[in-house]
C-alpha cells in the first residue's frame, strides 16, 4: 500500500504546489546580497540633509518572493529630553543592486 499513489490528484497537486511555493520562499531568503552593511549605509547617508547622531542598519526582507532590502534609519535625539526624535530618517537600499526604494521622513 503506497499512500501517495493511494491519493487523488488534487492532495498531489497541493504537496506539489507547497514545495514549490516553500523552495521559492526559501531561496529568496538566503539570496546572497552584493551589497554590505557599510556601503548601503554610504549609498543612504547622499539621501539625507542633516548630520545624524546616531544610524542603525538592519537587513530585512519584502514582498513575495522576498526581496533582501536594507533598512537604514539616521536620526538625531531631542533636544528637550524626551523620548521623540529632532529628525528621523530612513532609508530602504535594495541589498542586491544598491538602488535606493523608498525615503522616508520624520522631520
Same mark, same amino acid.
Given at each position: ?16 504546489l507547497?514545495?514549490?511555493i ?15 552593511? !557599510? ?5 543612504? %547617508?547622499?539621501?539625507?540633509?542633516? /548630520?545624524?547622531?546616531? +544610524?542603525? $542598519?538592519? @537587513? ?19 533636544? !528637550? ?5 529632532? %529628525?528621523?530618517?530612513?532609508?530602504? /537600499?535594495?541589498?542586491? +543592486?544598491? $538602488?535606493? @526604494? ?6
Amino acid at each position: 500500500m503506497n499512500p501517495i499513489r493511494d491519493s487523488s490528484t488534487a492532495a498531489k497537486m497541493f504537496i506539489v504546489l507547497a514545495v514549490i511555493i516553500t523552495a521559492g520562499y526559501f531561496g529568496g531568503c538566503l539570496g546572497k546580497t552584493t551589497v554590505n552593511s !557599510d556601503e548601503a549605509i554610504r549609498i543612504a %547617508r547622499q539621501q539625507i540633509d542633516f /548630520v545624524p547622531e546616531h +544610524t542603525n $542598519a538592519e @537587513l530585512g526582507h519584502q514582498g513575495f518572493p522576498p526581496t533582501n532590502v536594507w533598512g537604514i534609519t539616521f536620526w538625531i535625539e531631542a533636544k !528637550d529630553g524626551g523620548d521623540g526624535f529632532e %529628525r528621523r530618517t530612513a532609508v530602504e /537600499v535594495h541589498a542586491k +543592486t544598491g $538602488a535606493v @526604494l523608498r525615503i522616508h521622513n520624520d522631520p
